[in-house]
C-alpha cells in the first residue's frame, strides 16, 4: 500500500469530528487541537492535510486504546451516515451495500489525493461486503466507521472484521462488513 500522505488532504469536517469526541475534556480536546495548529478547521470544507488527522487519531489509539478510537470512528460513521443522506447519495431506507457505495463515492470526494486513493469494494453478497482500504486512514478507526454507517441502516448482527490486515503484512487493509 502506498502510505505517502504526501500532497493527501481532506475536509476539516473529519477533524471536527475527531475533536466532538473530546470537547468536554479539556486536556484531551487540547492536545489534540494544537495537531491543527496552523489550519483553519472552522468550516468544514476546508482543506487539511491528512497527515493532521492521521496524528490525531493515533494519538487517540496510543493513549486511550484502540476501543476508544473505534467509538470516535462509530461517531464519525453517524455523521458520515446523516452527510451522505443529505446529499442524497441514497434514501433513509438504503441497505448496508447501498451506504458501503456512497462511502467510496463521498472518499473520494472528500479527500483530495492525485492518486485516487480511499475505499474500493472487493466483494459483495446478499449480507457482507467486504471493503478494501486504499488511504492511508487509521486502520482501526475504520472498524467504528463501518460499523457506524450500517447500524444506521437498522439491520442487526453487524459484525466489522479485518480479512486482510497491513500490520500483518498484506498489501491492504481489509474489512468484512457483514449483518442478518
Known amino acids: 500500500m502506498n502510505n505517502s500522505t504526501n500532497g493527501v488532504s481532506l475536509y476539516a469536517a473529519f477533524i471536527q469530528d475527531v475533536l466532538k469526541n473530546y470537547k468536554d475534556s479539556n486536556d484531551d480536546y487540547n492536545k489534540l487541537i ?7 478547521i472552522s468550516q468544514p470544507f476546508n482543506l487539511i492535510p491528512m497527515e493532521v ?27 458520515a451516515y446523516q452527510g451522505m443522506l443529505n446529499n442524497n447519495l441514497f434514501l433513509s431506507d438504503a441497505t448496508p451495500t447501498q451506504i458501503m457505495e456512497a462511502l ?11 492518486s485516487g486513493r480511499g475505499w474500493k469494494i472487493v466483494e459483495k453478497k446478499a449480507n457482507f461486503v467486504v471493503m478494501q482500504r486504499t488511504q492511508t486512514f487509521n486502520s482501526v478507526l475504520q472498524l467504528g466507521l463501518l460499523d457506524g454507517l450500517i447500524r444506521k441502516t ?3 448482527g453487524i459484525k466489522v472484521e479485518y480479512i486482510k490486515e ?3 503484512g498484506d498489501e491492504f487493509d481489509e474489512y468484512k462488513v457483514s449483518w442478518l
Open 154 to 156: 437498522g439491520v442487526s
Open 34 to 40: 494544537s495537531f491543527a495548529n496552523g489550519y483553519d
Open 53 to 79: 488527522y492521521n496524528n490525531m487519531c493515533n494519538w487517540i489509539e496510543e493513549n486511550f486504546g484502540k476501543f476508544n478510537l473505534i467509538r470516535v470512528g462509530r461517531n464519525i460513521g453517524e455523521t
Open 104 to 114: 467510496v463515492i463521498v472518499a473520494s470526494q472528500m479527500i483530495q489525493d492525485k
Open 166 to 168: 497491513v500490520a500483518n
